[in-house]
């Protein structure tokens, strides 16, 4: 079955640097967009960044742009989130999903902590 593991979050000082990643399995990896989404506490879950099957990326997030940086790696079924200048507004639970024509899957999601 799909799986998500999400891992590499953790506590970080502002303007820290933090590196995600997401294990992905159960399903043809690299015929699917990834993406990573986020919750903090109190507030929607929002989308952060989308990476296509063949590695481009699509930051929607206006408030990570120039921060954070999405992408993939089809070999080793993994997506990474590198998270830099990091923010006290940028705490929260990252999750890894995908949307595939069977449906959708989230990862268990990891907390990243920005605090001083």
């Known amino acids: 079955q799909v799986q998500l593991v999400e891992s590499g979050g953790g506590l970080v000082q502002p303007g820290g640097s933090l590196r995600l990643s997401c294990a992905a399995s159960g399903f043809p990896f690299s015929n699917y967009a990834m993406s990573w989404y986020r919750q903090a506490p109190g507030k929607r879950r929002e989308l952060v960044a989308t990476?296509?099957?063949?590695?481009?990326?699509?930051n929607v997030l206006d408030s990570v742009k120039g921060r954070f940086t999405i992408s993939r790696d089809n070999a080793k079924n993994l997506v990474y989130l590198q998270m830099s200048s990091l923010k006290f507004e940028d705490t929260a639970v990252y999750y890894c999903?995908?949307?595939?024509?069977?449906?959708?899957?989230w990862g268990q999601g990891t907390q990243v902590t920005v605090s001083s």
């Open positions: 990476v296509t099957s063949i590695g481009g990326s699509i």
């Open positions: 999903y995908v949307w595939r024509e069977h449906g959708e899957y």
